[in-house]
């Protein structure tokens, strides 16, 4: 009884934090409130036994988004309070979120009394899998294409991130900060490890280790730590980039190669080699994760070379 309370208490908190931070006057309440909704949705996700989700949530949708939004709110600058809104244009988000809840309860209305026949055939399949935890099994086998196209995603949203980059500013930290973020760092990247390791079993994996990594290093870059993690660093670019490209030639590859695999299908691993080649990808998964939500949350414009030509003065000439 008291957990069934706990619950509606956390749904009621949830529904009443994803109002007021779309209701707020205030851009900095509106953030503030919607890290506070992060974090109790990962507390609802571990509720609902994710901890892999709880922990993405926390470190990306309260961590990395909380972060990424004050930045830009300190670029802003002073900003005056939202003019005053009239209740019908108040009542659109509330509007919005009654039709959601009516739409989810419609699909909950509609869902079957089975779970159907997909977990019984994943659990068929899974010692062929190369892992032993279903959901890894699924996103890295038998459904591979969702995390090629989150791997995409999150490349694209990092070039076109780094077009509208600010410039490097030079700016002094605090010493207590920066002490703290060294002493931060090596359990941050034994517990990222253990969680990309354990993915193969249980809860966890490359996303959950990579977001975990995202978060110890913004902090670090905030503290004008690890000067070399920068778009302008070659071996950055490379690690960016070879998440999904070693996903892709890894999958030409058990695809074309005669012999690799009895059955050649796309983004399917031969069973024998299943193992080697999800940690293998998992590895520079985990890598490009972490590089690409650093740099979205502290990504500075590359460095552009400079121009050794005199440039023309108007209307003269060197006559």
């Not at 990962?42 to 309260?62: F, H, K, N, S, V």
């Not at 005053?84 to 699909?107: I, N």
């Not at 989150?150 to 700016?171: H, I, S």
Request: charged residues 10%; contains cysteine.
């Amino acid at each position: 009884m008291s957990l069934l309370l706990f619950d509606t208490l956390l749904c009621g908190l949830l529904l009443a934090l994803a109002l007021a931070s779309m209701l707020s006057r205030q851009l900095s309440h509106a953030v503030i409130l919607y890290i506070a909704f992060g974090l109790l949705m990962a507390l609802a996700w571990a509720r609902l036994a994710a901890p892999d989700l709880a922990l993405a949530e926390a470190a990306i949708g309260a961590g990395l988004t909380g972060a990424l939004c004050f930045t830009a709110l300190a670029r802003q600058g002073k900003l005056p309070l939202s003019p005053q809104v009239s209740w019908q244009q108040r009542g659109w988000p509330v509007l919005f979120v009654l039709l959601m809840l009516s739409g989810l309860l419609l699909a909950l209305l509609q869902l079957p009394a089975s779970p159907g026949p997909l977990p019984a055939l994943v659990l068929q399949e899974l010692a062929d899998s190369g892992v032993s935890h279903p959901v890894t099994a699924v996103l890295l086998n038998f459904r591979s294409w969702d995390t090629v196209l989150e791997l995409l995603v999150l490349l694209l949203a990092l070039l076109g991130t780094l077009q509208v980059a600010p410039v490097p500013v030079r700016q002094n930290s605090w010493a207590l900060g920066r002490s703290w973020s060294q002493l931060l760092a090596p359990p941050i990247i034994l517990l990222a490890g253990y969680i990309l390791w354990a993915g193969a079993s249980q809860p966890g994996g490359a996303f959950q280790a990579g977001a975990l990594l995202a978060a110890g290093a913004v902090v670090l870059k905030l503290n004008r730590q690890l000067n070399w993690l920068a778009w302008r660093n070659i071996w950055v670019r490379f690690f960016a980039v070879a998440g999904l490209g070693v996903f892709v030639i890894v999958a030409l590859a058990a695809w074309l190669l005669p012999g690799l695999a009895a059955e050649p299908i796309w983004l399917r691993w031969p069973p024998e080699h299943a193992k080697y080649i999800i940690l293998l990808i998992e590895v520079f998964a985990t890598l490009a994760i972490a590089i690409t939500l650093t740099l979205l949350v502290v990504a500075e414009q590359p460095a552009t070379p400079i121009s050794l030509e005199r440039p023309d003065t108007a209307g003269g000439s060197d006559d």
